[in-house]
């Protein structure tokens, strides 16, 4: 390990006698709704952060008081598949406890909001009670895996969820602080009986991001993820998965040594394999991963300072046994596949489109109730999808009609009223909850697409699919550098626009232009949409144009993410 100081993170992991700290006394004080620094950072590996409503905080500072401090909780879905059980729990926890809604992550996990700390311990009880749980939802550890929610390749999917589910069970952290907080577990005198066999006392240095996708549907965004398997068929048997390495997204404004990065694909490996190929991933992580600057801590910056195929080596000397050459695959797209579709079963399966991911009631759009009358008939299961949306999969032909119903009544949205570039956009949280946001997005992004729409219909252009994303602030939770168009919050309505990502997620965009205000932004685009509707070749997507025509320059690899800036 490096002699210079270690992140402050490390300390905190180094006392916290895994993951304990003194979080469950913290949490029986009633005197304030807040804990302290280290048990902020020790509590997200309980799948928790605390934030406060920043649309109330210049009131309460007028005031004089305390910040309106709530918990956002995560609760994880791995490989995105929940029981109809599972979402009326969610469901019923966000009115108990919460803002009232809940969120589909682009991470295919729930998320509840504005849970105060007197109710924390007792709304992680309940996501226990239903069969979920929240342990490394965050913190510096594997996170939820995501998973292809493909219902319509049924076997061959049934398969690689199981993939995802072994590799997210296998990397849960072994602490028993989990339960001794929260589920009132037994506890474990000292911490010499303790070990984190595959983590050690300290953890990784970072967030830790696993995905695994069948071609031709990249909606799990494999180029985004620290590592990703990639399902190789062939004569429509699985054989085993490519294995990615080294994507991420997070940058700083202003700080050039940090930038968003595009996985690289090394090897391959049999399905047997790919539990032993995730842990090792872990270790060479573990044991080289950056751990004196948080900032340089992915395991993105770990394969860009040495390169892939120093990571493939250290890889194989892990393994003990080398990974196999990368086979043939195609990714086509990033996106959902909307509406009814039927397998080879018989059963169907419908995705509806979520608007920011976000279940909610509104006045004349009771969506958060139709879901949930779904749920309580439903006999299928619920598919988050990493776009934010959601698949009512596994319909019998029975129940089929009921369901359409539903739909029909509650004026769920199946996408055929929608433009496709409303249907292929993503929003993170943003405001008012997420304490880094520096501008809007998930409450701002619907009305801008308003906007954009007017200009692509004047142009002919809504039917055409186009990847959209918006975040609030540069750490890219909605993957905005692998959108064809994106935007970064730089201040108060105020935006980064990038241009130029790869159709299927599979390549880094470009910055267009700096700091725009809101209003500018539809002239700043509507002439390169006319542009693109005239000039463009057959079939040619709209990130891969702007590159042709010379409107953006290509980023190869993220190194070079923030040269060559018209
Ligand atoms: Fe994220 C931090 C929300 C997916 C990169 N992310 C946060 C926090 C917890 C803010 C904080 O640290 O205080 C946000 C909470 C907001 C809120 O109020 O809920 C937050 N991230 C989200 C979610 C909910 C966005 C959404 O609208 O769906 C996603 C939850 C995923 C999940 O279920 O686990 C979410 N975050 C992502 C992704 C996309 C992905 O994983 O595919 C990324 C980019 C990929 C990556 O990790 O490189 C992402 N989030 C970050 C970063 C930057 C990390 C970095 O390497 O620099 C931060 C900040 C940090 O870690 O310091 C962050
Ligand atoms: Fe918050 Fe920034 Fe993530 Fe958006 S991208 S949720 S603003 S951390």
């Given at each position: 390990?490096?002699?210079?100081?270690?992140?402050?993170?490390?300390?905190?992991?180094?006392?916290?006698?895994?993951?304990?700290?003194?979080?469950?006394?913290?949490?029986?004080?009633?005197?304030?709704?807040?804990?302290?620094?280290d048990?902020?950072?020790?509590?997200?590996?309980?799948?928790?952060?605390m934030?406060?409503?920043?649309?109330?905080?210049?009131d309460?500072?007028?005031?004089?008081?305390e910040?309106?401090?709530?918990?956002m909780?995560?609760?994880?879905?791995?490989?995105?598949?929940?029981?109809p059980?599972?979402?009326?729990?969610?469901?019923?926890?966000?009115?108990?406890?919460?803002?009232?809604?809940?969120?589909?992550?682009?991470?295919?996990?729930?998320?509840?909001?504005?849970?105060?700390?007197?109710?924390?311990?007792?709304?992680i009880?309940?996501?226990?009670?239903?069969a979920?749980?929240?342990?490394?939802?965050?913190?510096?550890?594997?996170?939820?895996?995501?998973?292809?929610?493909?219902?319509f390749?049924?076997?061959?999917?049934?398969e690689?969820?199981?993939?995802?589910?072994?590799?997210?069970?296998?990397?849960?952290?072994?602490?028993?602080?989990?339960?001794?907080?929260w589920l009132?577990g037994?506890?474990?005198?000292?911490?010499?009986?303790?070990?984190?066999?595959?983590?050690?006392?300290?953890?990784?240095p970072?967030?830790?991001?696993?995905?695994?996708?069948v071609?031709?549907?990249?909606?799990?965004?494999?180029?985004?993820?620290?590592?990703?398997?990639?399902a190789?068929?062939?004569?429509?048997?699985?054989?085993g998965?490519?294995?990615?390495?080294?994507?991420?997204?997070?940058?700083?404004?202003?700080?050039?040594?940090?930038?968003?990065?595009?996985?690289?694909v090394?090897g391959?490996?049999?399905?047997?394999q790919?539990?032993?190929?995730?842990?090792?991933?872990?270790?060479v992580?573990?044991?080289?991963?950056?751990?004196?600057?948080?900032?340089?801590?992915?395991?993105?910056?770990?394969?860009?300072?040495?390169?892939?195929?120093?990571?493939?080596?250290?890889?194989?000397?892990?393994?003990?046994?080398?990974?196999?050459?990368?086979?043939?695959?195609?990714?086509?797209?990033?996106?959902?596949?909307?509406?009814?579709?039927?397998?080879?079963?018989?059963?169907?399966?419908?995705?509806?489109?979520?608007?920011?991911?976000?279940?909610?009631?509104?006045?004349?759009?009771p969506?958060?109730?139709?879901?949930?009358?779904?749920?309580?008939?439903?006999?299928?299961?619920?598919?988050?999808?990493?776009n934010?949306?959601?698949?009512?999969?596994?319909?019998?032909?029975?129940q089929?009609?009921?369901?359409?119903?539903?739909?029909?009544?509650?004026?769920?949205?199946?996408?055929?009223?929608?433009s496709?570039?409303?249907?292929?956009?993503l929003a993170?949280?943003?405001?008012p909850?997420?304490?880094?946001?520096?501008?809007?997005a998930e409450?701002?992004?619907?009305?801008l697409?308003?906007?954009?729409?007017?200009?692509?219909?004047?142009?002919?252009?809504?039917?055409?699919?186009?990847?959209i994303?918006?975040?609030?602030?540069p750490n890219?939770?909605?993957?905005p550098?692998?959108?064809?168009?994106?935007?970064?919050?730089?201040?108060?309505?105020?935006y980064?626009v990038?241009?130029?990502?790869?159709?299927?997620?599979?390549?880094l965009?470009?910055?267009?232009?700096?700091?725009?205000?809101?209003?500018?932004?539809?002239?700043l685009?509507?002439?390169?949409?006319?542009?693109?509707a005239?000039?463009?070749?057959?079939?040619?997507?709209?990130g891969?144009?702007?590159?042709?025509?010379?409107?953006?320059?290509?980023?190869?690899?993220?190194?070079?993410?923030?040269?060559?800036?018209?």
């Open positions: 390990m490096s002699e210079q100081k270690l992140a402050a993170n490390e300390y905190i992991k180094i006392r916290s006698n895994y993951l304990r700290g003194n979080l469950a006394e913290e949490l029986a004080d009633v005197s304030t709704g807040s804990i302290s620094e048990n902020q950072q020790l509590i997200k590996f309980h799948g928790s952060y934030q406060d409503d920043r649309d109330l905080r210049a309460r500072r007028k005031h004089r008081l910040k309106a401090y709530s918990f909780i995560r609760i994880r879905v791995p490989g995105g598949v929940s029981t059980a599972q979402w009326l729990a969610t469901d019923e926890l966000c009115e108990k406890y919460g803002n009232h809604d809940f969120k589909l992550t682009t991470r295919q996990a729930y998320q509840l909001h504005g849970v105060i700390k007197s109710n924390l311990k007792r709304t009880k309940e996501i226990n009670q239903a979920m749980d929240t342990i490394a939802a965050c913190g510096d550890v594997n996170r939820n895996v995501m998973c292809n929610p493909n219902p390749l049924s076997e061959i999917h049934a690689v969820l199981k993939v995802s589910q072994q590799i997210s069970e296998h990397l849960t952290p072994n602490t028993g602080a989990y339960h001794e907080i009132d037994e506890k474990v005198e000292s911490s010499e009986k303790e070990e984190e066999p595959i983590y050690g006392k300290t953890y990784l970072r967030k830790f991001k696993i995905t695994v996708a071609p031709p549907s990249n909606d799990v965004d494999i180029y985004a993820n620290c590592l990703s398997f990639i190789i068929v062939e004569k429509n048997k699985l054989v998965f490519n294995v990615a390495v080294g994507g991420g997204m997070g940058m700083t404004h202003g700080a050039e040594e940090t930038y968003p990065r595009i996985a690289d090394i391959f490996c049999t399905t047997e790919v539990k032993q190929v995730a842990e090792e991933v872990v270790k992580q573990r044991d080289f991963g950056c751990r004196t600057d948080r900032k340089h801590a992915r395991l993105k910056y770990t394969v860009q300072d040495n390169g892939p195929a120093w990571f493939l080596e250290k890889l194989n000397t892990y393994l003990g046994w080398p990974l196999q050459a990368v086979r043939p695959f195609v990714f086509e797209t990033n996106g959902d596949r909307y509406g009814w579709v039927t397998d080879e079963t018989g059963n169907s399966h419908l995705t509806l489109f979520i608007e920011g991911g976000r279940v909610i009631d509104r006045p004349g759009f969506m958060r109730t139709g879901l949930k009358e779904i749920a309580k008939i439903h006999t299928g299961d619920f598919r988050l999808t990493a934010q949306n959601v698949i009512i999969a596994n319909v019998s032909p029975e089929r009609p009921l369901i359409e119903s539903l739909v029909e009544k509650y004026g769920l949205e199946d996408g055929k009223k929608r496709a570039l409303r249907l292929n956009a993170c949280v943003a405001l909850t997420c304490a880094l946001s520096l501008a809007e409450r701002f992004l619907p009305t697409i308003t906007e954009l729409e007017q200009s692509l219909e004047e142009v002919g252009l809504r039917h055409d699919a186009i990847t994303r918006m975040t609030g602030c890219g939770c909605a993957r550098y692998i959108a064809e168009i994106g935007f970064v919050g730089r201040g108060p309505d105020r980064n990038y241009l130029g990502g790869g159709h299927a997620g599979q390549r965009s470009k910055l267009f232009k700096a700091d725009v205000p809101s209003p500018e932004i539809k002239p685009l509507a002439p390169i949409f006319s542009r693109y005239k000039e463009r070749e057959s079939g040619e997507k709209f891969d144009f702007v590159i042709r025509a010379g409107i953006i320059a290509a980023t190869i690899q993220g190194d070079d993410f923030h040269k060559n800036i018209k």
